[in-house]
């Protein structure tokens, strides 16, 4: 019986997330394949009924629907999907090399063992497939004839991985049948330690492609972003010159904010998530712990080369987005009080002019009151003088004059 307090409600899920996802177990030699497909949340339904499909197919017991990873043996192949913020990944492990792999060692991949049509069913759109084999190494690191009969004619970048336990080879190349390849020669590798090469030289690669999803975005902002700025420098010089059309330049200034507000709004979760794939990359770089093989570029410094640049562009244009929106505060603010100052002039000079007239008013009744006074006296007069008369006509000595 346990003795603890009540456990928390997610406890044992959140222990059991560092043990989620574990890497697959790749003898050597072995096929493995890799898709990445982007789902939106109304597909997940359709992508789980179509895994539970193959699974009963194999008749295998199906994922729970809760479920985020699910990993089964099909037959001689071994099947791992997991499902990610964004994309889902499916990765499809086979013993063995297919025949014929001497003159063509990509040409029967491990999905090829799938059922028809299968792959192609999936919901979603493919972002990134690749093909790995695991061989045992020969005694001298392979030479551009000897990897040309992996990569074609491509340029291959490669280096010694895991402190000298394999050689690892790749061109970042979509070959003709949609895939991109890596090759990896073990030097008695054990099966985990393969599984663990290959799953971060497959995550480099989809990593990767989901950070440049954000690059076309930036080249659309870009040209917008200038049009923003030479906008916001013009209405600057118009503030500065105080031509008195402040009205104008505060509305002007208000479209911009909403132009800079709404290219935001747009991008910033394709920026930011760039951002995290970006450094997933080069996390999963540092674990490959390369070591330079001569005459060839590592997988780490192709990528300092070329994709970091792309990712800087894809930060830049994100923080002068931001910038941006700074300014345009900056000057609405600035423009907002100018504006404000103006107006309270307006109100004061409006209030001093209504002071003069309410006292022009008060004169005026002063004097209508005087005449009123005077007006009212000589009636009154004039009724004494009429009731004199009466009273003398009715028989009494009254002197009306007098009265």
């Known amino acids: 019986m346990t003795t603890l307090p009540v456990n928390h409600p997610e406890r044992f899920a959140l222990a059991e997330e560092v043990h989620a996802r574990p890497p697959e177990v790749l003898p050597t030699p072995a096929r493995a394949s890799y898709l990445a497909v982007l789902v939106d949340s109304e597909d997940r339904g ?35 999907w997991e499902r990610h913020g964004e994309f889902s990944s499916w990765t499809v492990i086979a013993p063995g090399l297919a025949g014929g792999a001497e003159s063509a060692p990509f040409a029967e991949p491990a999905t090829a063992l799938l ?82 090469i290959v799953q971060r030289l497959f995550e480099i690669e989809a990593y990767r492609m989901m950070a440049l999803l954000a690059l076309p975005m930036a080249r659309r902002q870009s040209p917008r972003i200038v049009a923003i700025e030479k906008a916001l420098a013009q209405l600057t010089d118009g503030i500065a010159r105080d031509a008195g059309a ?105 209030l001093s002019s209504m002071d003069r007239r309410a006292k022009l008013q008060l004169r005026l009744q002063q004097t209508v009151e005087g005449l009123s006074v005077a007006a009212i006296v000589y009636y009154v007069v004039g009724l004494v003088g009429f009731v004199s008369k009466g009273f003398r006509a009715g028989g009494l000595q009254v002197d009306v004059d007098l009265a």
């Open 46 to 80: 359709r992508e789980t009924a179509h895994l539970a499909r193959l699974c009963e197919r194999h008749a295998v017991p199906p994922p729970a629907r809760e479920l985020t990873h699910f990993s089964v043996r099909l037959g001689a192949l071994r099947l791992k």
């Open 115 to 196: 059922p028809a049509g299968w792959l192609h069913d999936l919901p979603g759109l493919t972002v990134m497939a690749a093909h790995a084999l695991v061989v045992e190494a020969p005694a001298t690191p392979p030479d551009e004839a000897a990897l040309a009969r992996y990569f074609e004619d491509h340029q291959v970048v490669g280096a010694e991985v895991a402190d000298g336990e394999a050689l690892a080879y790749t061109d970042f190349k979509i070959h003709a049948d949609g895939c991109s390849r890596f090759l990896l020669l073990g030097r008695h590798l054990k099966p985990r330690v393969a599984g663990q």
């Open 246 to 350: 402040d009205e104008a330049l505060l509305h002007e200034l208000t479209r911009l904010a909403a132009e800079v507000e709404s290219g935001l709004a747009a991008s910033q979760f394709r920026f930011g998530a760039c951002r995290a794939y970006a450094e997933l990359v080069r996390t999963r770089i540092t674990e490959l712990r390369e070591q330079r093989l001569e005459g060839m570029s590592t997988i780490g410094a192709f990528m300092a080369r070329r994709f970091e640049p792309a990712v800087a562009t894809c930060l830049t244009v994100s923080q002068r987005l931001h910038d941006l929106s700074e300014r345009v505060a900056q000057a609405s603010a600035l423009l907002s009080t100018r504006v404000d100052i103006t107006r309270e002039r307006q109100n004061q000079a409006l």
